[in-house]
C-alpha cells in the first residue's frame, strides 16, 4: 500500500491569494493525480503529474490557475492561485499502487480550503 | 469524456438489512470499475473493484456486479452495520486507476 501525507489539512484564505499544497508519499511512483471534491459533491480529476515533465491538465483546468510541481518520485505541489471563493473544496493527491487488491489508487487525507 | 451516473443519492437502512447502489458509465472503453468509501474528513479507501472481464465479484459483506452491454455496475453491501455508514462512490476508468471518473456518491445511513 502506499501511505499519502498531505500538507496543510486545512486553510483559511482570502481571496486573491494562492495557496500551495503538498503531497509526500511513502514510495516512488511514476504518476501522481490531483483531484478536487466541492462541498458535498464528487471528486473530479485536475492533472496528473508525471516526474521531470509538465503535468498534464484535464478540460477546465489550466495550469496558470493551477500549477503543479514534480521535482522527484515521491513529492508534488499543487497551487491553487488567486483564488476566489468558488475555489473553496477539498484538493485530493492521489497515487497507484499495489494493495490488497492488486492496483488500486490510493488517497491522501485532503487539504480543506475556505476562501473567504 | 465519461460520464458517470450513480443512484440513489442517499441510502437509508436499518442495521442488518442489504444496501445496494447502481451506477451507469458512458464511455464503452473504460474497463475498470472501483468502488471507494469515503468517512468525514478522510481521503476515499477502495473497498472493492471489478475489470470488464469479470461479471461479478466478491469479498466477505461486499459483491460488486457489472453489466458491460449495458453499461452498468452495483455495489451490494449485506448485513449492513452502522460502521458501513459514509459517503460511497463508484467510477470508471480505460484501465488507469489513478484517473478515474466519480459518480455523484451515495452518503449510506445504517441505523442501529
Known amino acids: 500500500s502506499a501511505v499519502i501525507s498531505q500538507k496543510p489539512s486545512r486553510d483559511i484564505c482570502q481571496r486573491g491569494t494562492s495557496l500551495t499544497i503538498q503531497c509526500q508519499v511513502d514510495?516512488?511512483?511514476?504518476?501522481m493525480f490531483w483531484y478536487r471534491q466541492q462541498p458535498g459533491q464528487s471528486l473530479t480529476l485536475i492533472a496528473t503529474a508525471n516526474q521531470g515533465s509538465e503535468a498534464t491538465y484535464e478540460s477546465g483546468f489550466v495550469i496558470d490557475k493551477f500549477p503543479i510541481s514534480r521535482p522527484n518520485l515521491t513529492f508534488s505541489t499543487l497551487t491553487v492561485s488567486n483564488m476566489s471563493p468558488e475555489d473553496s473544496s477539498i484538493y485530493l493527491c492521489?497515487?497507484?499502487?499495489?494493495?490488497?487488491?492488486?492496483?488500486?489508487?490510493?488517497f491522501g487525507q485532503g487539504t480543506r480550503l475556505t476562501v473567504v | 469524456g465519461e460520464n458517470v451516473e450513480q443512484h440513489p443519492s442517499t441510502l437509508s437502512v436499518q442495521e442488518g438489512d442489504s444496501a445496494v447502489i447502481k451506477c451507469t458509465y458512458s464511455?464503452?472503453?473504460?474497463?475498470?470499475f472501483p468502488w471507494y468509501k469515503q468517512e468525514l474528513g478522510k481521503g476515499p479507501q477502495l473497498i472493492i473493484d471489478?475489470?470488464?472481464?469479470?461479471g461479478e465479484k466478491k469479498d466477505q459483506r461486499i459483491a460488486v456486479t457489472l453489466n458491460k452491454t449495458a453499461k452498468h455496475f452495483s455495489l451490494h453491501i449485506t448485513e449492513t452495520q452502522p460502521e458501513d455508514s459514509a459517503v460511497y462512490f463508484c467510477a470508471a476508468s480505460r484501465g488507469n486507476a489513478g484517473k478515474s471518473t466519480f459518480g455523484d456518491g451515495t452518503t449510506l445511513t445504517v441505523k442501529p
Open positions: 492521489s497515487v497507484v499502487g499495489q494493495g490488497r487488491m492488486n492496483t488500486e489508487a490510493f
Open positions: 514510495s516512488q511512483v511514476t504518476m
Open positions: 464511455d464503452s472503453a473504460s474497463n475498470y
Open positions: 471489478i475489470r470488464s472481464n469479470v
